[in-house]
């Protein structure tokens, strides 16, 4: 009988195989349901433990070359994750989603450069002032498109999803900030709900009137508006939202809630885990260890505390690996995360 190691790196090699083939037949112009039975149902991938949902926020794949929908389908199934959210760009771009123009990495990067107080030069202004321009004129490019765009694309890609044995149950496209028409907003909820996601996310606004409207456009849908935080987060930073409209959830950041000085994790999600739609999952050290995002299991996030109440007291909402730390040399954002997943499945096992 194999060693669960074994069975583990066996069972991501079959995955990584058939979905390079998945992959090709979408491209090709195929769905996966042209495919065999045989890699439609045969050892797809399972990071429910212990009735705990284990997923990922495909953010955690950023460092890849490759950010279509058909290359973060096979990063998530090399990972050995089978539910997650998403980010926006993969499934807009497969929807048709115009490209932009500009090279955001250069373009935000000189703009952090200018509000650090480093005085740019003549040309790095004009630099700056063409790419501003650029990004400006495709803004509205993106609310035109986002205004008329059909949810056939986003039907498709869930199905693409699922059949290669993949839920998706959050969505996060920047269609949801005070600076977004009603049009986007709209836009958003339906195209999360054809993606089969029961949420959004977003950053927290510090604007409770919108909010209001969000928890309200929400509910048309049958949708929830579920609000991240970073350092800001304490046990009473969601309320305003959450007494405002019961589709307005919460996206608890684990570790970023430990960095900001907390200590009470395991009261909040007791007390409030029937209003948390999903949670990111990380290891940050405290504010006295210096806040660094670690390996799981190196930083002061009680992760395996956290992850324990879960499964004991069955919360049903799931766990979303968020892989910030430093990358080894040598490895790559799947293994880090394959490798995330295993610290999770040992936990859930003990």
Not at 49 to 66: A, K
Not at 242 to 263: C, P, R, V
Request: net charge neutral; hydrophobic share 35%.
């Amino acid at each position: 009988m194999k060693s669960e190691k074994k069975e583990i790196q066996s069972r991501r090699q079959f995955i990584g195989n058939t979905s390079v083939l998945a992959a090709g037949m979408v491209l090709g112009g195929s769905s996966l349901f042209g495919a065999p039975s045989i890699i439609k149902s045969y050892n797809k991938p399972n990071s429910k433990i212990n009735g705990v949902q284990i997923g990922c926020i495909t953010y955690s794949f950023r460092s890849m070359q490759d950010q279509s929908a058909e290359a973060t389908l096979k990063y998530v199934l090399d990972s050995g994750i089978n539910a997650i959210e998403l980010m926006g760009d993969p499934a807009e771009m497969f929807a048709g989603k115009p490209a932009n123009p500009v090279d955001r990495r250069a373009y935000y990067g000189m703009m952090r450069k200018k509000r650090g107080g480093t005085e740019l030069s003549e040309d790095e202004e004009k630099e700056l002032a063409d790419m501003k321009a650029q990004n400006d004129a495709y803004n509205v490019d993106v609310v035109q498109w986002r205004t008329a765009a059909s949810m056939d694309k986003f039907a498709k890609l869930k199905k693409m999803y699922k059949s290669a044995g993949v839920d998706i149950y959050g969505f996060k496209p920047s269609a949801f900030g005070t600076r977004n028409t009603d049009a986007e907003i709209d836009y958003g909820l339906r195209a999360a709900k054809a993606l089969g996601a029961s949420h959004v996310t977003l950053e927290l606004p510090g604007d409770h009137a919108h909010t209001l409207k969000l928890g309200t456009m929400a509910s048309k849908h049958g949708m929830h508006v579920a609000y991240h935080g970073h350092e800001q987060q304490t046990p009473t930073w969601w309320d305003t939202a959450l007494g405002q409209s019961e589709h307005n959830m919460m996206n608890l950041d684990l570790g970023h809630y430990i960095a900001a000085g907390n200590t009470d994790v395991q009261e909040l999600i007791s007390a409030k885990y029937k209003r948390i739609s999903s949670m990111h999952l990380k290891d940050r050290q405290n504010p006295a260890n210096g806040k660094k995002n670690q390996p799981f299991g190196q930083g002061d996030t009680p992760i395996v505390d956290v992850l324990q109440l879960m499964r004991d007291e069955n919360f049903k909402f799931p766990a979303s690996i968020e892989l910030e730390y430093d990358i080894p040399d040598g490895s790559n954002a799947v293994q880090e995360v394959a490798n995330c997943l295993e610290y999770c499945r040992k936990t859930l096992s003990s």
